[in-house]
């Protein structure tokens, strides 16, 4: 089946640093994918997504762009601050428009200043 | 928007008894989505209505598990008998269209003693 995996956490950064989050995927179509947050005590957020391969997905400073040929979707953000501190999904739907998400594991991230 | 209303954000409850846990949707949304999340397995969806009407129920766990949505402003997720393994975060999410972005709630922390 489809799955989502994510670089392992925790990931902790210094303020102003230039972040990564990788995310690879595995899908028999053309999925949409997604980057989720989670604030420490909420529910998740969409961050950004991308619907068709190349598509660039912004959002806050984030960036993320879908790559086909290396089925990746990976997080960027050239300078973080201490409140982007929360944990990351990556995730996929099987097609445009389907209702199923998949998510990876989540990649912890903190930011000290 | 008041947003998904969960309730309630905590439940502390005793192996073998009923918990009942319940989600208001975002006004005007067709989909509603039940998600666990736990350490060992991520977040996990659980089954997703559409007008009311469950469409995909493969991810609940056993038939201890129950979910309705009598109506297009409520639902339930019902555990009966529980058991310690059913401690985690469960999350409810609405959408108001095909493939469109889900809105999580805050997420009710249930644990099992």
């Known amino acids: 089946g489809d799955s989502v995996t994510q670089m392992e956490g925790p990931v902790t950064l210094s303020e102003e640093a230039f972040l990564t989050i990788n995310c690879t995927y595995t899908?028999?179509?053309?999925?949409?994918l997604f980057w989720y947050v989670q604030y420490p005590g909420e529910g998740l957020q969409l961050l950004l997504k991308a619907t068709k391969a190349d598509d660039k997905g912004s959002n806050k400073g984030f960036e993320a762009t879908y790559r086909k040929e290396t089925t990746s979707f990976h997080l960027e953000k050239g300078s973080v601050q201490v409140s982007d501190s929360a944990v990351y999904f990556c995730a996929l739907s099987e097609r445009q428009g389907a209702q199923k998400l998949v998510f990876g594991q989540g990649t912890r991230l903190t930011i000290n200043p | 928007d008041a947003g998904v209303i969960q309730s309630p954000r905590h439940e502390v409850t005793e192996m073998g008894q009923e918990v009942t846990l319940r989600c208001k949707p975002i006004s005007g949304h067709d989909y509603l989505f039940w998600y666990r999340q736990t350490m060992m397995r991520g977040l996990e969806l659980l089954i997703y209505?559409?007008?009311?009407?469950?469409?995909?129920d493969s991810g609940m766990p056993e038939d201890r598990f129950s979910a309705k949505m009598p109506n297009a402003s409520f639902s339930t997720l019902k555990i009966q008998p529980s058991e310690p393994r059913d401690s985690a975060v469960y999350f409810c999410a609405s959408s108001g269209a095909p493939g469109g972005t889900q809105y999580f709630g805050p997420g009710t922390r249930l644990t099992v003693l």
């Open positions: 899908a028999t179509g053309y999925p949409s």
């Open positions: 209505f559409n007008n009311n009407v469950p469409i995909d």
